[in-house]
């Protein structure tokens, strides 16, 4: 679990300006306090008593300078130029010499962090997002990040400078009357104590709370992704009672044992202050009484101490704000320090080798499980030679999926190794070697943007031709000439104007620019009608024998020119050879090809 320090963390970069923009802040908090301590010194002099001896021996230096007469007018000319200097002078600085770094320092963190959460996205595997829902994920890292941004101004601009001022505050009394200081202090450690006491307790509620919420945020995107689903079944009504009844129970924990936490708190503390004002105005008047101070030193302790005390109103509004946004930010922080990826991805552009491989591919005693107690492949050996046309046919869970997300390292084997001409893929730079492996995948993924995007998506370099010719083959160039903007058709999220299977032709042409090595289609015609099926088995003809090529299929039909069929039932090769060859041989293919000619699926 992330803890404040991981917080810190993020600013070390910036150690430096985060330093001088809250010395700066509170050098700025300390300098007002000679109002009112000048206001008191002004009253001295209307009242004809002596002002204190730093300020009097300022009036002399001054004095003899100028060739004057050290008079109490001088003095007073001095203080109303002081007063101007740290009032008016100030005004204009301050924002430049304070507040611009407290923003700058946030938001270049915030550009830091952000950067962090892409490259961890990018880097996580395929196993996290198996495991965790997007909506989640996305509201865990703008939550995060939006609150750390907005934190830090407040707790470098505003926090630390008020206690700088009060402990300013704590000197000037000591000053002046050190029992009055003393009490001073002690009060002031009494709240403070009793808000963090309070606040610890409250930040363990939030972080209950912001758990809960984001659960709930994740079943309303899930509802959103899935509202077709939702609509079909007519469970509105289910799902509107059942998010209705979790923001219910959010509402009452916030209310009953949150919010009513804060108020609490805030009873608590303005009692005590108001206490505390009150007992330091009896012991001040006491002081002034036993002529032990002055009265200019009376009005500036009862001033300053009261603007101390007023300080507390928003320290605790920062600290109470903090307390609610950290829940949010150290779970974020929580997503930053997830191990690393078993992927290892380099995300910089430059020193990534520039592999050429021939496609010969070799598994050598390949096992693995997603469950270490329960293997999906098992001891697996296959040698596919290069530009080989390789068909992986079996029942659902046979394995056929599993053994392709190995090849493209999802994931590494449990046990034994595979090759690629020869080399351990594991030996490769992980994105160069994906750079010449392209599949097709049953559900093609489309992003929200032009069609012509989406084609280009793995090869951002390909030329015009490569584009028309890959069209042509996966036929996409037939549905692209029913728009009216062709290929700058804007296809929205996730491909909402297309059909399945244009979202597949399209997937088919984007997986033909990239020109791979290595050609994956994984159940690739799955949502294509016959007619489609059968012209694209055309076309793709045309790309047989020009590069590796493995095709997952259930509807064997699209598999018979395969230069070999590996059969695989639970996570082992049962049977391997050409379409004909495995007819002729009683065994799985034979049977499932029958069921699929006659129909007779439930033989």
């Known amino acids: 679990m992330a803890s404040f320090r991981n917080l810190l963390s993020s600013y070390k970069p910036y150690r430096a300006i985060a330093i001088f923009g809250i010395a700066a802040s509170g050098f700025f908090e300390i300098i007002d306090l000679f109002v009112p301590y000048g206001i008191g010194q002004i009253l001295n002099l209307l009242a004809q008593n002596p002002v204190d001896a730093p300020l009097q021996a300022l009036t002399d230096a001054i004095a003899t300078a100028t060739n004057r007469t050290p008079t109490p007018e001088l003095t007073l000319i001095l203080v109303l130029g002081l007063i101007f200097g740290v009032t008016v002078i100030r005004a204009p600085i301050q924002p430049w010499f304070a507040n611009w770094y407290h923003w700058i320092v946030s938001l270049k963190v915030r550009r830091d962090q952000t950067s962090k959460v892409i490259q961890k996205i990018l880097t996580l595997p395929l196993e996290f997002y198996d495991e965790h829902n997007p909506g989640r994920i996305a509201r865990r890292v703008s939550n995060g990040v939006m609150n750390q941004t907005w934190t830090y101004p407040d707790i470098s601009g505003q926090f630390i400078p008020k206690i700088i001022r009060i402990l300013g505050i704590f000197c000037v009394i000591l000053l002046i009357e050190w029992r009055i200081a003393i009490a001073f202090l002690l009060s002031f450690i009494l709240i403070l104590s009793l808000t963090f006491k309070n606040l610890r307790r409250l930040i363990q509620r939030e972080r209950m709370l912001d758990e809960y919420m984001e659960n709930t945020e994740s079943r309303t995107s899930e509802i959103v992704t899935n509202i077709k689903t939702v609509k079909a079944f007519a469970t509105e009504t289910q799902e509107y009672q059942r998010q209705k009844q979790r923001m219910q129970r959010e509402l009452k924990v916030i209310v009953d044992r949150i919010h009513r936490g804060y108020v609490i708190l805030e009873t608590k503390q303005r009692f005590l202050v108001q206490t505390c004002i009150f007992l330091v105005l009896v012991f001040t008047l006491i002081e002034a009484l036993n002529n032990r101070i002055s009265l200019g030193h009376f009005v500036t302790v009862l001033t300053i101490s009261s603007m101390a005390y007023a300080e507390l109103e928003p320290l605790s509004l920062v600290a109470e704000t903090f307390a609610r946004r950290y829940a949010s930010m150290t779970r974020f922080q929580d997503f930053l320090l997830i191990g690393k990826s078993l992927e290892n991805i380099d995300l910089s552009s430059q020193n990534k080798p520039n592999y050429q491989f021939t496609g010969k591919i070799e598994l050598a005693n390949v096992s693995f499980g997603y469950n270490p107690h329960r293997l999906t492949l098992k001891n697996i050996n296959l040698l596919i030679q290069p530009y080989e046309t390789i068909a992986l046919v079996g029942r659902s869970g046979s394995g056929k999926s599993t053994l392709v997300k190995l090849l493209?390292?999802?994931?590494?084997?449990?046990?034994?190794?595979?090759?690629?001409?020869?080399?351990?893929?594991?030996?490769?730079?992980?994105?160069?070697?994906?750079?010449?492996?392209?599949?097709?995948?049953?559900?093609?993924?489309?992003?929200?943007?032009?069609?012509?995007?989406n084609l280009v998506y793995g090869n951002p370099k390909a030329t015009w031709e490569d584009v028309k010719s890959a069209c042509q083959i996966a036929r996409v160039d037939e549905f692209i000439q029913e728009f009216e903007q062709g290929?700058?058709?804007?296809?929205?999220?996730?491909?909402?104007?297309?059909?399945?299977?244009?979202?597949?032709?399209?997937?088919?042409?984007?997986?033909?620019?990239?020109?791979?090595?290595?050609?994956?289609?994984?159940?690739?015609?799955?949502?294509?009608?016959?007619?489609?099926?059968?012209?694209?088995?055309?076309?793709?003809?045309?790309?047989?024998?020009?590069?590796?090529?493995?095709?997952?299929?259930?509807?064997?039909?699209?598999?018979?020119?395969?230069?070999?069929?590996?059969?695989?039932?639970?996570?082992?090769?049962?049977?391997?050879g050409n379409h004909q060859e495995l007819l002729n041989h009683d065994g799985i293919y034979q049977r499932l090809n029958t069921l699929q000619e006659t129909g007779d699926l439930f033989s």
């Open 408 to 453: 493209f390292r999802y994931f590494d084997p449990t046990e034994g190794q595979i090759l690629i001409d020869g080399q351990d893929i594991r030996n490769l730079n992980i994105t160069s070697y994906r750079k010449r492996l392209a599949i097709v995948h049953q559900e093609v993924d489309i992003f929200n943007g032009t069609l012509f995007d």
């Open 487 to 576: 290929y700058q058709t804007v296809v929205g999220e996730r491909g909402v104007r297309l059909s399945g299977g244009q979202r597949q032709r399209l997937g088919i042409a984007r997986a033909l620019i990239m020109n791979p090595d290595v050609l994956v289609l994984d159940e690739a015609t799955s949502s294509l009608d016959y007619e489609s099926e059968r012209l694209i088995q055309l076309a793709m003809r045309s790309i047989y024998g020009t590069r590796t090529l493995i095709v997952i299929a259930h509807r064997l039909s699209t598999v018979r020119e395969a230069d070999r069929i590996v059969v695989l039932d639970d996570g082992q090769i049962v049977e391997m």
